[in-house]
């Protein structure tokens, strides 16, 4: 079974930096796509940031602040969030889909900005 493990959430200020890690049970190239989704209270899950193929693509509300990078020897996917905003704060999963379309998902970690 394959695990998907986020860490790296927690609380920061408007304006600040997290990192988000996502850790696989797997090799990384065992997916076809590895991207961030998250989910605010009150809110539909909204996709953050994804890379397929290398190509990364992220929600219009990130851009510009937040950066997907993959370190394939650790089998890791990294969310780089600056310049944080409230509107940030929800909780984060880590998404990742096969090439055979089966999907998998982390067990979410918070991020909460606030002053």
């Known amino acids: 079974q394959v695990q998907l493990v986020e860490s790296g959430g927690g609380s920061a200020q408007p304006g600040g930096s997290l990192r988000l890690s996502c850790a696989t049970s797997?090799?990384?190239?065992?997916?076809?796509?590895m991207g961030w989704y998250r989910q605010a209270p009150g809110k539909q899950r909204e996709l953050v940031a994804s890379?397929?193929?290398?190509?990364?693509r992220f929600a219009d509300s990130v851009k510009g602040r937040f950066t997907i990078s993959r370190d394939n020897a650790k089998s890791t996917v990294y969310l780089q969030m600056n310049n944080l905003e409230p509107e940030d704060t929800a909780v984060y999963y880590c998404?990742?889909?096969?090439?055979?379309?089966?999907?998998?998902w982390g067990q979410g970690t918070r991020v909460t900005v606030s002053s």
């Open positions: 797997k090799s990384i190239f065992t997916f076809e796509t």
């Open positions: 998404h990742g889909r096969t090439y055979s379309q089966r999907e998998f």
């Open positions: 890379m397929r193929a290398g190509t990364p």
